[in-house]
Each structure stands twice: as C-alpha cells, then as structure tokens.
C-alpha cells in the first residue's frame, strides 16, 4: 500500500504502552506531540517504573520509583498526554506472560483506545552496539496478545466483565521499531517539545545532551521514508516510524 500514512487520520484517542519510564519519549514523544496537538486523547501505560534504572548505589528503590514516575508524568505533560498509568512489574523481569496480558487488557478496555503504539517484540537487535532490553520484547509480546485478541473478547478474563471492563477493539497499532515500516510522522514542528520531553527524565540524561541523537534519528527515518517512495516525506526534517496494522 502506497503513502499509507495519508489514509490513516490522526486517532481521536491512543495508548502508547511501553516497558520503561523515558522509552516512549525516545521513539515516539514526537509522534504524541503531534496527535495531541490535533485534539487526541493519549494515554501512557508503562510496564515499570524503571526500578533498575540507575548506577548510584546508595538510592532506595522506593525512592528510584517515585522518581522516575514523576519524571514521566512531567514527560507527559510536556506532549499533552493526557493520562499516565504505572502497572509496576520489576524492571528488567518483565515476562509475556498471561498476568502482564490481563493487566494491559484491563487498561486498554478502560481507556479504548482507537489505536496503540507498541514497541516490536521481535526486534532483538538494535545496531551493533545495543541488544535489545528483554523487557520491551516482553511489553510488546504482551501488548499485542492484549489488543488480539484479549480486549476484543468477552470470555477472554470474564473477571474484567465483574470488574466493569468492556470488550473493546483497537483499529490501529502502530509498531516502533519494525525493519519495515510503512508509515512515517512527520515531527519536525514539535522536535522542541519531544526534547523537552526527554530532558524531563532527568535521572537517565542529566550527563547526556541528547539534541544531536534525537535530530540524527529523526533525520534518518525522514531519510528511510524517502528512500521508500513517501510522496510527502520530501518535506520532512524529522520523522518517526511505524509498522502499521489496521484491524477489522
């Protein structure tokens, strides 16, 4: 399907689940900002709250987690997320396991979300400086078994019917990280409020100006769409991309 980024309008609402607190400002912060700003709703979901994250030995946990939420929330704030939910599984043991897939379900029939941004479950390979985190393979695993077929049953997890939670089909996922993806976001005008964004999680960057990094991938999607034939990505400085599926 050609430029199937014009057939696709910008979601009235959208959950963007991800497995750690600043992951989803990396990938797609850019693409929030965008739909935010074009009056969608967003939730964020995340699997943890990046209890590992950090090499100073003399922080309690406690403390690591309450920090690192607030540093997502502000995160949010930043892009116009409306919503932000913890389920708060241990960083770094994150398993696709029927427990994570009833916890996003119960999330995704709260919010139904029109569509989900995932991270790709199998893409374990990065570049040949980075393996991929076991706990985005694990959260994507899971998010996609939630959204097919788990929020669309009714005798899938009947306990969520006790708890209120009706069935709810997801139209569009968005899947970061795919080596062939097909639709592009064109973030340029919103590239400040995703650094921002970013800057916001300021235990995992207060060392780290991450300007260069961001504007080079962004630079490079932009390029990958035109290498693809995207009419509109003539345009684009910046980008972010997608694997997209769009369900019946």
């Given at each position: 399907?050609?430029?199937?980024?014009?057939?696709?309008?910008?979601?009235?609402?959208?959950?963007?689940?991800?497995?750690?607190?600043?992951?989803?400002?990396?990938?797609?912060?850019?693409?929030?900002?965008?739909?935010?700003?074009?009056?969608?709703?967003?939730?964020?979901?995340?699997?943890?709250?990046?209890?590992?994250?950090?090499?100073?030995?003399?922080?309690?946990?406690?403390?690591?987690?309450?920090?690192?939420?607030?540093?997502?929330?502000?995160?949010?704030?930043?892009?116009?997320?409306?919503?932000?939910?913890?389920?708060?599984?241990?960083?770094?043991?994150?398993?696709?396991?029927?427990?994570?897939?009833?916890?996003?379900?119960?999330?995704?029939?709260?919010?139904?979300?029109?569509?989900?941004?995932?991270?790709?479950?199998?893409?374990?390979?990065?570049?040949?400086?980075?393996?991929?985190?076991?706990?985005?393979?694990?959260?994507?695993?899971?998010?996609?078994?939630?959204?097919?077929?788990?929020?669309?049953?009714?005798?899938?997890?009947?306990?969520?019917?006790?708890?209120?939670?009706?069935?709810?089909?997801?139209?569009?996922?968005?899947?970061?990280?795919?080596?062939?993806?097909?639709?592009?976001?064109?973030?340029?005008?919103?590239?400040?409020?995703?650094?921002?964004?970013?800057?916001?999680?300021?235990?995992?960057?207060?060392?780290?100006?991450p300007t260069d990094l961001l504007r080079t991938w962004g630079r490079d999607i932009?390029?990958?769409?035109?290498?693809?034939?995207?009419?509109?990505?003539?345009?684009?400085?910046?980008?972010?991309?997608?694997?997209?599926?769009?369900?019946?």
């Amino acid at each position: 399907m050609s430029d199937q980024e014009h057939q696709v309008p910008v979601p009235k609402s959208a959950m963007v689940i991800f497995a750690h607190p600043d992951d989803a400002e990396f990938v797609s912060a850019g693409t929030a900002a965008v739909w935010a700003e074009q009056g969608c709703e967003i939730t964020y979901l995340a699997g943890t709250s990046g209890d590992k994250g950090t090499s100073d030995p003399d922080i309690p946990t406690s403390e690591l987690i309450e920090m690192r939420e607030q540093e997502q929330r502000n995160a949010a704030e930043v892009l116009g997320v409306k919503h932000v939910e913890f389920l708060r599984y241990e960083d770094a043991m994150l398993v696709p396991d029927l427990d994570l897939r009833l916890a996003i379900t119960r999330q995704i029939r709260k919010y139904k979300p029109e569509a989900v941004i995932c991270q790709d479950p199998t893409k374990r390979y990065e570049s040949r400086d980075y393996i991929q985190h076991p706990d985005h393979l694990a959260m994507g695993e899971a998010a996609l078994a939630a959204i097919f077929p788990a929020a669309r049953d009714h005798l899938t997890f009947p306990q969520l019917l006790q708890e209120g939670y009706e069935p709810h089909k997801v139209k569009y996922v968005f899947m970061i990280g795919s080596p062939e993806p097909d639709v592009f976001i064109d973030t340029t005008s919103v590239f400040e409020k995703k650094l921002a964004a970013l800057n916001a999680h300021v235990s995992q960057v207060a060392d780290f100006d991450p300007t260069d990094l961001l504007r080079t991938w962004g630079r490079d999607i932009a390029a990958e769409a035109r290498r693809r034939g995207k009419s509109s990505s003539w345009e684009m400085e910046l980008a972010e991309a997608y694997k997209l599926f769009v369900l019946d």
